[in-house]
């Protein structure tokens, strides 16, 4: 006998085929494509569960319409399209809290999959969000399906969000419930909306800190015969300690398949063999059926998107992300100085978060907006020293790297996943990165208003709370030297300031260089 296993991960949304940067596009991605895999599957597979791994409300300027302009309680169109595809179990990610906890409770609600949640409790150690585990029995063999959530969450999550809510190491509660399955269970399969911190060797390929703790699981836990990653937008699938492992991207560009071929021995059922893989959905048709309840829904997101809010005196467009992280451009800059004016501080430091991001065209419009800054991040003040900001800047130089004397990207800012939101660019301040220097002795040049910058100056600098609390290795920051915050998304707060300022001029001040020079 065969069990059959698909999964999808951090679709964020996206339910039709675009990133909405342009009005007609077709990308090989949404759930749409998805939901025409899945019914391919079933006629085609016996024994079949079907799984989300978590991060499916949030991420999209769909999901952001819905939450933010319609102002609805819940994302019924999206929850409609999960539950339309017959879904069997979903596990929550770090992403689904960030619209509040009654917007959330209102999707579980709706949500026709059954939602658990092992690692979430509150206060009592009762389990809110969510039964810590489900069993299903499929001719017989009784298999235990396990969910957590990456309980990096509170690092970066809005504790009004997380309010009454306390996160426990996935380990640590998969070291607790996977015995206590076994006792009533003969398989055990784990649905976690975390990742992989450690390479098949046990190197580490991520900070190890307690944001990704799959390989932990698997290397100290007995009686795990599958597992469904995510939170990476990692595209993986194999074996790990000889467990079928998957992960599958983000948008719906991929649907796991995990396949077990039962065995019975001594009245007792198991894996004898196991399959991996991953699966595009770039050839697959959009399900008309969804399509057709959800395109009132996309026309109206489509017609907001377009609207024009500000003119530019000038041009804020760019078509090579790269030359921006080199040399700044005026979208970058504005940007800055839209942090540094909203939060009364000379410092701001951004990123430019993909190579998906083109600037703002002219007039400017909430789709330029969206497209271009595609995180909920808020923005903080931190109070710094010299020695912080110089630290930060040593952080975002290892971004580079140089072939032939020639300036390209590091590796590990592209393998295992694409990581350019880890390079910030500052404002405020001039200075020079020299990728010659070895990395930390980088930062040749360190100017605050015409002054050397020196290590016990303070200094107050606008960051992005993801950046605030340490985000992506930047040890130099944390949420205790956060002195102000503005609780507004940054797209909100880009749109909010485009409301009282229609007409804006684009230019570069070039503070900063990154060069080459033995």
Request: include cysteine; charged fraction near 20%; aromatic fraction near 10%.
């Amino acid at each position: 006998m065969q069990i059959n296993i698909l999964a999808t991960s951090d679709t964020h949304g996206f339910l039709f085929p675009t990133n909405y940067v342009n009005l007609k596009d077709n990308k090989p991605f949404g759930l749409l494509r998805c939901a025409s895999l899945f019914k391919e599957k079933r006629q085609q597979l016996d024994n079949l569960i079907t799984i989300d791994d978590g991060d499916f409300l949030e991420g999209s300027p769909l999901a952001y319409f819905i939450a933010k302009v319609k102002k609805q309680n819940a994302p019924d169109q999206i929850t409609n399209t999960f539950n339309m595809m017959n879904y069997d179990f979903g596990v929550l990610g770090n992403h689904e809290f960030n619209y509040g906890l009654d917007y959330l409770h209102n999707a579980i609600k709706n949500a026709n999959r059954q939602i658990l949640c092992a690692n979430i409790v509150d206060k009592n150690d009762n389990h809110p969000l969510g039964n810590p585990y489900a069993i299903k029995n499929i001719n017989g063999v009784k298999i235990g399906f396990l969910g957590l959530t990456t309980q990096g969450t509170t690092k970066w999550e809005n504790p009004e969000h997380l309010k009454g809510l306390k996160f426990v190491s996935a380990a640590k509660a998969a070291t607790k419930y996977i015995p206590e399955m076994s006792k009533k269970t003969d398989l055990n399969i784990i649905v976690y909306h975390g990742g992989i911190e450690k390479d098949e060797f046990g190197n580490p390929t991520e900070e190890i800190n307690g944001e990704n703790e799959t390989y932990e699981i698997l290397s100290k836990i007995s009686g795990i015969d599958a597992i469904v990653t995510g939170h990476q937008h990692r595209k993986i699938a194999g074996h790990l300690f000889n467990v079928p492992i998957i992960q599958v991207g983000h948008r719906g560009e991929y649907v796991g398949h995990i396949s077990l071929d039962i065995e019975q021995k001594n009245n007792k059922y198991y894996v004898k063999n196991s399959d991996a893989k991953i699966i595009s959905t770039k050839d697959y048709p959009i399900n008309k059926e969804i399509e057709k309840k959800l395109l009132p829904l996309q026309n109206q997101i489509n017609h907001w998107l377009d609207e024009p809010m500000a003119k530019i005196e000038g041009n804020m467009e760019f078509d090579n992300s790269f030359e921006v992280r080199l040399k700044k451009n005026s979208f970058i800059q504005f940007i800055q100085e839209i942090q540094m004016k909203t939060m009364g501080v000379d410092i701001s430091a951004t990123a430019l978060f993909n190579n998906e991001a083109h600037g703002f065209e002219n007039p400017i419009t909430m789709r330029n907006i969206i497209t271009n800054y595609v995180y909920p991040n808020t923005l903080t003040v931190l109070k710094i020293t010299g020695a912080d900001l110089k630290a930060a800047i040593e952080t975002s130089a290892k971004y580079f790297t140089s072939e032939n004397e020639n300036i390209t990207i590091n590796h590990d800012y592209i393998f295992p996943k694409a990581k350019h939101y880890n390079y910030d660019m500052y404002e405020g301040i001039e200075y020079i990165i020299n990728v010659a220097k070895p990395v930390g002795q980088r930062v040749t040049k360190l100017m605050y208003h015409g002054q050397p910058v020196t290590d016990n100056q303070e200094l107050k600098i606008a960051l992005n709370i993801y950046r605030a609390v340490g985000g992506g290795n930047f040890t130099m920051f944390n949420a205790s030297k956060i002195i102000k915050k503005d609780n507004r998304m940054m797209s909100q707060l880009i749109a909010d300031y485009l409301r009282f300022h229609k007409n804006i001029k684009a230019h570069n001040n070039h503070n900063f260089k990154v060069i080459y020079k033995p």
